[in-house]
């Protein structure tokens, strides 16, 4: 009998966690489309295909639900970024290491538009303080991409040349949001030749 009641939780637990990444997902497309100030957790649960009262049986409040969208982007761009800027990665040849790093980012960003309505919208110290950290983090992490494959480049070269690829990836990515299937393809790879080109020769000295 005690191994039964024991084992009943279990479905209940899976069943919220389920329930809960339903209601992240419903949020990412509420907030990209109608933006973060416009959204409100009834819109949040009517996407969800659940009642509000549900929904506030997870989340007290639209806040709350950003910021489980915020956690859940920093798990996941961290990830992805261990991979991709790992020591492994550094050594692969430049275009390589390019196309491995763009193609990633690029996915991620396009998967999860509601990112940047998350990055640009004052919700809470708690919510930007975990999605503005991010690009700062991509930022060291080309820094140290960069160190490992040009350490004779100086200190203030490198910090330049990763604040700099950074800011082209930005604004590509703006350009990117706007475009259609064939034009991103196009645009990641022009942006691609742009860094690669800018890169090539730093990393030749």
Same mark, same amino acid.
């Given at each position: 009998?005690?191994?039964?009641?024991?084992?009943?939780?279990?479905?209940?637990?899976?069943?919220?966690?389920?329930?809960?990444?339903?209601?992240?997902?419903?949020?990412?497309?509420?907030?990209?489309?109608?933006?973060?100030?416009?959204?409100?957790?009834?819109?949040?649960? &009517? @996407? &969800?295909?659940?009642?509000?009262?549900?929904?506030?049986?997870?989340?007290?409040?639209?806040?709350?639900?950003? @910021?489980?969208?915020?956690?859940? #982007?920093?798990?996941?761009?961290?990830? &992805?970024?261990?991979?991709?800027?790992?020591?492994?990665?550094?050594?692969?040849?430049?275009?390589?290491?390019?196309? @491995?790093?763009?193609?990633?980012?690029?996915?991620?960003?396009l998967s999860h538009p509601a990112f940047h309505i998350l990055l640009n919208t004052p919700i809470s110290s708690r919510v930007t303080s975990l999605v503005r950290a991010l690009?700062?983090?991509?930022?060291?992490?080309f820094d140290l991409g960069i160190e490992r494959k040009a350490p004779d480049l100086s200190e203030a070269q490198r910090k330049l040349s990763a604040l700099m690829t950074v @800011?082209?990836?930005?604004?590509?990515?703006?350009?990117?949001?706007? &475009?259609?299937?064939?034009?991103?393809?196009?645009?990641?790879?022009?942006?691609?030749?742009?860094?690669?080109? #800018?890169?090539?020769?730093?990393?030749?000295?």
């Amino acid at each position: 009998m005690e191994q039964k009641k024991d084992a009943r939780p279990v479905p209940r637990r899976a069943r919220g966690l389920q329930r809960m990444a339903s209601i992240l997902a419903a949020a990412e497309i509420v907030f990209a489309r109608m933006g973060y100030e416009e959204a409100t957790t009834n819109h949040i649960a &009517a @996407q &969800a295909g659940i009642s509000p009262g549900s929904l506030y049986q997870f989340f007290s409040n639209k806040e709350e639900i950003a @910021q489980a969208l915020a956690t859940r #982007y920093t798990e996941e761009l961290q990830e &992805a970024h261990a991979i991709i800027f790992s020591v492994e990665a550094a050594a692969l040849p430049l275009p390589l290491w390019l196309d @491995q790093i763009f193609d990633t980012l690029v996915a991620f960003h396009l998967s999860h538009p509601a990112f940047h309505i998350l990055l640009n919208t004052p919700i809470s110290s708690r919510v930007t303080s975990l999605v503005r950290a991010l690009p700062q983090q991509m930022q060291e992490n080309f820094d140290l991409g960069i160190e490992r494959k040009a350490p004779d480049l100086s200190e203030a070269q490198r910090k330049l040349s990763a604040l700099m690829t950074v @800011q082209i990836f930005k604004g590509t990515l703006l350009l990117i949001f706007q &475009a259609n299937e064939e034009e991103t393809k196009r645009l990641v790879n022009e942006l691609k030749t742009v860094v690669r080109r #800018y890169l090539e020769p730093l990393l030749d000295r």
